[in-house]
């Protein structure tokens, strides 16, 4: 016990937590800003995948990191995209589109590393770039916060940032407003004259660019390689970040933080001969009573808005 | 509502109205059979311009891919001991995607229906027959609850269900392994797996009693079977079933009706996954005769393609069970053969998965013409 504590309270656990986070709390973000605009996004996890193979295949082919990125950002986002596109345009179901999209991305990225390498668990073989790491000058050598905060992968501090410009979009921002009010009530949404369409592609393209980045630190910067299925779930936790983040912003990124510290202790514990699997279970647990705690505040939000309107009501009569 | 009802003596033909109502019904089932086929044409289609384009023989790919299953004795027992998992897991999805309920959770209800059942088959001593239908029925059981869960966050709390359930899923897959690892695995054990069923409560390979090599395939199919014909019964045939498929078609229309929806979304969860659980059973009891690390792998979603292709229709699914193991055992054997990924069934999949979805507004407008014309 005295051991895992001090596993816990070390700087290079704190460090190694936000690590673990970026590739959570990046697709939360997306998942976040679909879900206020009443598009619940389960396709974050196929479109990681999506740029996680294609940042490394363009990287390694290009022999350019950066066009990787971009590369995989875009195709993510154009997928989100025809995902939106089957469901606003062609009405298919948002959700069953989704499984498909991931069920697509899964099959696809290991069909092409496949016919282009002849191997199917992973890109180990391809030379393969990857973001930098970088050292902030100053902070790097303030002992303790110095390796917690420096020398991390370029998206975590994307990551970090992202969570205030989402935050600043969302709520201080027109177009923000009107996303979250499609989101509300899309019927009165539309009455106001938004265009509900247009918030929800918009909505979903954004969730594609976080998505994209996600995927890109998973096979650009937290590994160096693409493997198969290597999100692992990870969009699907993301999803439960944005629950149990309240659905906003800083929220979702303590959520995502807490998701990770799970994983990165699991890792630690696991060294220690205790089961990583019980540690791993801690966070879909909260995420559930979060679910549940969630629903009961915007219950009893109805309800007291309801009688103070009926105070108000009987004060005006 | 008395009075609304159509006065027998003024001319109301209730033969004809009756003849009238078939006609349509046998329409929309045709419509129906055939907006499906096309769009499997359509998919494979796409896959087999997908592998022209990257350059791959289609041909010979295709005919591993359609005629592979059956090229062999044992390649067609392990289509069909697949068909049995996928078909249980499609009634399984069906009873709450009929009352339009997105439940994801029977990944980890299969899993607790593999491992209560296991667990019994191995360690209580019963005689033959109840060693398979006792351990079968409390995996029910299990996933039963465990089907609850969600199902009252959502019925009672609103809580959406697509989080709820897939959270369970991992918090369950966890705890099975968990469970198999450290209590299950004999220790000094080198793999992980658990101790064999008892012979009794192993479901009869097929290959034992035919003198076939059928491989895995087993009794399971009986059962898949009786659970076809049972979930028919219990969504046309039952008032639960109807319930169900009110709150599917209009939520508030079968509240306003008095329906207690809540009781009946609840439900709809909870025996889904006494379903699911049994296509745990049957890979535990009928496919290993054990507990393997991640027994099922996403086969849920499988199921959920398979209860979608037969939109919900438990009559069907066995036939479009058949269909998609067909072309996962195919694409299998089209890797060996003709080194394409297999990849590309899922590619396929998810193409059906897509058309079949944007395919409800061409349906809605079908319907609509149809009943101007009439």
């Not at chain 1, 290009?62 to 950002?73: F, H, S, Y």
């Not at chain 1, 303030?142 to 501090?157: A, D, E, K, V």
């Not at chain 1, 995927?215 to 692992?232: E, H, N, P, Q």
Request: with cysteine; proline share 4%; charged share 10%.
């Amino acid at each position: 016990m005295e051991e895992a504590f001090r596993v816990i309270f070390s700087a290079a656990f704190v460090a190694a937590v936000l690590r673990v986070s970026t590739p959570i709390v990046l697709p939360a973000l997306g998942g976040l800003i679909a879900e206020r605009a009443g598009v619940t996004n389960i396709a974050l996890e196929g479109l990681m995948l999506i740029a996680a193979c294609t940042g490394v295949l363009v990287s390694a082919y290009t022999k350019n990191a950066w066009l990787g990125l971009i590369a995989g950002v875009l195709l993510a986002t154009l997928f989100s995209l025809l995902l939106a596109f089957f469901y606003l345009q062609l009405k298919a179901d948002l959700i069953l589109a989704a499984i498909a999209l991931n069920i697509l991305a899964s099959g696809g990225t290991i069909f092409i590393v496949y016919l282009l390498i002849n191997d199917k668990g992973s890109t180990a073989s391809l030379v393969s770039g990857q973001m930098p790491f970088i050292d902030i000058p100053i902070i790097k050598d303030i002992p303790i916060l110095g390796p917690i905060l420096s020398g991390q992968n370029l998206l975590t501090y994307v990551m970090l940032i992202a969570t205030g410009l989402v935050s600043v979009f969302l709520y201080h921002t027109r177009t923000g407003t009107h996303l979250r009010a499609v989101g509300e009530n899309p019927d009165a949404a539309r009455s106001v004259g938004i265009n509900v369409k247009l918030q929800q592609y918009l909505a979903l393209g954004l969730s594609g660019i976080f998505a994209g980045l996600g995927g890109i630190y998973l096979s650009m910067g937290y590994v160096k390689f693409f493997a198969r299925d290597m999100t692992a779930g990870r969009g699907f936790i993301a999803l439960a970040a944005v629950y149990l983040g309240a659905k906003q912003p800083v929220g979702t990124l303590i959520a995502g933080l807490a998701f990770g510290a799970a994983d990165a202790l699991s890792i630690q514990l696991g060294n220690l001969q205790v089961p990583t699997q019980i540690v791993q279970m801690i966070p879909y647990i909260a995420t559930l009573v979060a679910l549940v705690v969630y629903a009961l505040v915007q219950r009893q939000r109805a309800v007291n808005r309801q009688r103070k309107f009926r105070q108000q009501q009987a004060a005006s009569v | 509502m008395q009075t609304t009802l159509p006065n027998p003596a003024s001319g109301y033909d209730r033969a004809a109205e009756l003849q009238r109502v078939r006609r349509e019904r046998l329409q929309t089932a045709l419509i129906d059979l055939s907006v499906t086929l096309i769009t499997i044409l359509v998919a494979l289609l796409i896959g087999f311009l997908v592998l022209l384009i990257v350059g791959k023989n289609p041909v010979v790919a295709f005919q591993a891919l359609l005629t592979g299953p059956l090229s062999r004795i044992n390649r067609t027992g392990r289509w069909l001991e697949d068909a049995t998992t996928l078909i249980i897991l499609g009634l399984s999805v069906a009873i709450p995607f009929k009352a339009r309920q997105f439940s994801l959770g029977a990944e980890g209800q299969l899993y607790v229906g593999a491992l209560v059942s296991t667990v019994i088959a191995i360690y209580v001593p019963l005689p033959p027959v109840l060693a398979i239908l006792v351990p079968i029925a409390c995996g029910m059981a299990a996933g039963f609850l465990l089907g609850l869960i969600p199902g009252a966050m959502k019925a009672y709390l609103n809580a959406n269900e697509i989080v709820s359930t897939l959270m369970i899923n991992a918090i369950i897959i966890r705890a099975y392994d968990y469970i198999l690892t450290y209590i299950l695995t004999a220790p000094g054990s080198q793999t992980v797996t658990s101790a064999d069923v008892q012979v009794f409560s192993q479901l009869a390979r097929w290959s034992d009693m035919l003198n076939l090599s059928l491989g895995r395939f087993n009794i399971g199919i009986v059962f898949a079977l009786l659970l076809v014909a049972g979930v028919w019964l219990l969504l046309s045939r039952t008032p639960f079933g109807y319930e169900v498929r009110m709150i599917g078609s209009n939520e508030k229309f079968a509240r306003y009706g008095g329906i207690d929806t809540k009781k009946v979304i609840m439900l709809s969860f909870a025996i889904g996954g006494a379903i699911a659980a049994v296509a745990g059973s049957h890979l535990a009891l009928g496919v290993h005769r054990r507990l393997i690390p991640g027994i099922s792998f996403g086969l849920a979603f499988e199921g959920i393609v398979v209860a979608l292709l037969a939109r919900n229709n438990p009559l069907l699914i066995p036939i479009t069970g058949l269909f998609y193991s067909y072309l996962r055992v195919g694409g299998e054997i089209m890797e060996t053969q003709a080194s394409v990924g297999s990849e590309i069934v899922q590619v396929i999949q998810a193409v059906i998965i897509l058309l079949i979805t944007a395919q409800v507004l061409a349906d809605w407008i079908k319907r609509r013409r149809a009943r101007r014309v009439a």
